[in-house]
T-cell receptor, first 113, second 118 residues
Framework: EPEVTQTPSHQVTQMGQEVILRCVPI?????FYWYRQILGQKVEFLVS????????KSEIFDDQFSVERPDGSNFTLKIRSTKLEDSAMYFC???????????FGEGSRLTVL | AQTVTQSQPEMSVQEAETVTLSCTYD???????LFWYKQPPSRQMILVIR??????QNATENRFSVNFQKAAKSFSLKISDSQLGDTAMYFC???????????????FGTGTRLQVTL
């Protein structure tokens, strides 16, 4: 069964460094998302992406963050100049329908020291 | 803006018993969808059940069923014949209907950690 895959599963970085989290959505899906979950807290929406552009972004998704779909398969989240509070689990999701079930990856745990 | 509230941070149920997880939401939207997602330890979130707000009939999926009360903005999940594999974090989520050309999003509650015991 097709799955959303994310790499790396865990990344440790120093504060101020840039991080790129990668996602391979399910191949026929059209809508892509990033969510994050700070340990013990709720899952928060970061950004949605459709037709090669951002569809919606949350107030969390400031200039520090960017997303790209550089080719037909990858969907990346870049965090520039990481802060301690960026430490979280980041989930990628995709769906073929604009109001359908989201399929989630296993997440990338980011630890900022 | 929509909000989703799960008032039970943790619950426990014995194997083979039935448990109900609560969820309430607040929205001014008339067309929307409600979801329950399950997140087993160290695994991705997977869909348990989905309900369209325009449907009066409660959704069911094998041992999982919902009690959708639109007027009360309540969307509880009932798990029958609980199994050890049901141990997970359960998230209630809201998605509003959107026009073609835009992506909707899920708004999650804080989750209920369910432990199924022998």
């Amino acid at each position: 069964e097709p799955e959303v895959t994310q790499t790396p599963s865990h990344q440790v970085t120093q504060m101020g460094q840039e991080v790129i989290l990668r996602c391979v959505p399910i191949s026929n899906h059209l809508y892509f998302y990033w969510y994050r979950q700070i340990l013990g807290q709720k899952v928060e929406f970061l950004v949605s992406f459709y037709n090669n552009e951002i569809s919606e972004k949350s107030e969390i998704f400031d200039d520090q963050f960017s997303v790209e779909r550089p080719d037909g398969s990858n969907f990346t989240l870049k965090i520039r100049s990481t802060k301690l509070e960026d430490s979280a689990m980041y989930f990628c999701a995709s769906t073929p329908l604009r109001t359908g079930e989201l399929f989630f990856g296993e997440g990338s745990r980011l630890t900022v020291l | 803006a929509q909000t989703v509230t799960q008032s039970q941070p943790e619950m426990s149920v014995q194997e083979a018993e039935t448990v109900t997880l609560s969820c309430t939401y607040d929205t001014s939207e008339s067309n929307y969808y409600l979801f329950w997602y399950k997140q087993p330890p160290s695994r991705q979130m997977i869909l348990v059940i989905r309900q369209e707000a325009y449907k009066q009939q409660n959704a069911t999926e094998n041992r999982f069923s919902v009690n959708f009360q639109k007027a009360a903005k309540s969307f509880s999940l009932k798990i029958s014949d609980s199994q050890l594999g049901d141990t997970a974090m359960y998230f209630c989520a809201f998605m509003k209907w959107v026009n073609t050309g835009t992506a909707s999003k899920l708004t999650f509650g804080t989750g209920t950690r369910l432990q199924v015991t022998l």
